[in-house]
């Protein structure tokens, strides 16, 4: 054997992720592929916007939303107790549009509860639509998406619709960081209509930023209410629904809604360090969760760090570069196919190994955190699958 082709088997393993990658990228099912429905006479929505310290967000959200062409729905903001001038913002919103948009203030936090699943709840008991939208503050909607989800719901005669929009990473750490977790959720769900046509509740997700559902079958399945102590509501309400019986399919929409998570590294660091853990043991078999976000990290760091600082070392020492060489090649034609499917400046796609141990780093941090969560100003005690045990001191 040459030790060229020795070299290639080693390497083989980085050569899999460049094969997945156009799979990974691909927008199957999209939800333009189905006709969008008529909103003047389609069945009432109401789309409901749990707010908490959103004055960065509130205001373009819902402008997005009353610019919607769907004109038989209604839109609730929840306002959860805010202390920034969000509900300044939208009682001046709301003033402006009379019967389209209301604003509901938020009631204390009960025991037992986190606060999105909280506030979701008292939006659904405010609202009157026949059809319910959750979506966050951090969204933007194009006027014809939530025709569009409607008629996908209709067309695939479905239960719950979500959807995956275009991910909006602007500052240096988000571009750095962000595509590999945003890869790594690919990588898990990475056949939506796969995941689609699964019945088993650890196939599928749901994305929180958008979830769609007729209220006969969120209320069938318990709501919010069901999964009121949930960190990852919105992944415990899709497995809960499918358990149920229910259907939940999701679809790429990336030219009809965009998100922008998070924008600062400080953000990064809180918002992915309450939920990374929890999410990633929720889909796979009880065995494996205790060991699952370290298993993660450290793959991450050996799988992408390593062939380069391998490289690095082999080309000091003047030896030639070898499996590293190829390992590396293979990888960052890989981020740069992903950072182009992101639409994201591929000349970030050279920071792979740095964006690998950062991501690794969150993954470590949530599981070191052991339940403990802080988010928004509240802190909460969970336990190891990210289920509330009560407030934390």
């Known amino acids: 054997m040459t030790a060229l082709l020795r070299d290639a088997l080693v390497a083989l393993p980085w050569l899999v992720p460049l094969l997945l990658g156009p799979i990974l990228i691909r927008r199957r099912p999209r939800l333009s592929d189905d006709p969008a429905a008529d909103g003047r006479d389609g069945p009432f929505v109401t789309v409901i916007v749990p707010a908490r310290n959103e004055t960065e967000n509130i205001r373009a959200c819902v402008e997005s939303l009353l610019a919607s062409d769907y004109a038989n729905s ?12 969000t509900s300044e913002i939208v009682e001046t919103l709301a003033k402006a549009n009379p019967g389209r948009l209301r604003v509901v203030a938020g009631e204390a936090l009960p025991v037992g509860w986190v606060g999105k699943p909280w506030a979701c709840w008292q939006g659904y008991r405010a609202a009157r ?6 979506t966050d503050a951090d969204t933007r909607h194009a006027p014809a998406l939530l025709s569009h989800a409607v008629g996908f719901m209709r067309a ?5 619709v979500t959807l995956v929009p275009r991910q909006l990473m602007e500052s240096f750490w988000e571009r750095v960081i962000l595509p590999q ?30 979830i769609l559902v007729r209220r006969e079958a969120y209320d069938a399945v318990g709501g919010h209410e069901a999964v009121r102590g949930e960190i990852v509501e919105d992944l415990m309400l899709a497995q809960r629904a499918v358990a149920l019986g229910r259907t939940v399919h999701a679809a790429h929409a990336p030219d009809l809604m965009t998100t922008r998570m998070y924008r600062s590294l400080h953000a990064i660091i809180e918002g992915w360090s309450k939920n990374l853990a929890s999410a990633s043991r929720q889909t796979v078999p009880v065995p494996l969760r205790p060991i699952l976000p370290w298993a993660i990290g450290s793959f991450l760091i050996v799988f992408w760090a390593g062939p380069p600082a391998v490289l690095l070392l082999r080309l000091a020492a003047g030896d030639l570069a070898g499996w590293p060489a190829i390992a590396t090649g293979s990888s960052l034609a890989y981020w740069f196919m992903l950072y182009r499917g992101f639409r994201v400046s591929s000349r970030y796609a050279v920071l792979y190994p740095l964006g690998a141990a950062a991501a690794a780093a969150l993954f470590f941090r949530s599981a070191a ?6 988010w928004k100003g509240r802190s909460y005690e969970t336990d190891v699958s990210g289920r509330l045990g009560g407030p934390a001191p």
């Open 181 to 210: 977790i945003f890869a790594a959720i690919l990588f898990r769900f990475r056949d939506l209509s796969r995941m689609n046509r699964s019945r088993n509740p650890r196939d599928v997700i749901a994305n929180g930023q958008f």
């Open 369 to 374: 955190l052991r339940g403990r969560v802080r």
């Open 129 to 134: 639509g026949d059809i319910l939208v959750f």
């Open 74 to 85: 209604e839109i609730v903001v929840v306002d959860d107790r805010s202390t920034d001038g």
């Open 156 to 160: 695939n005669g479905v239960d719950f």
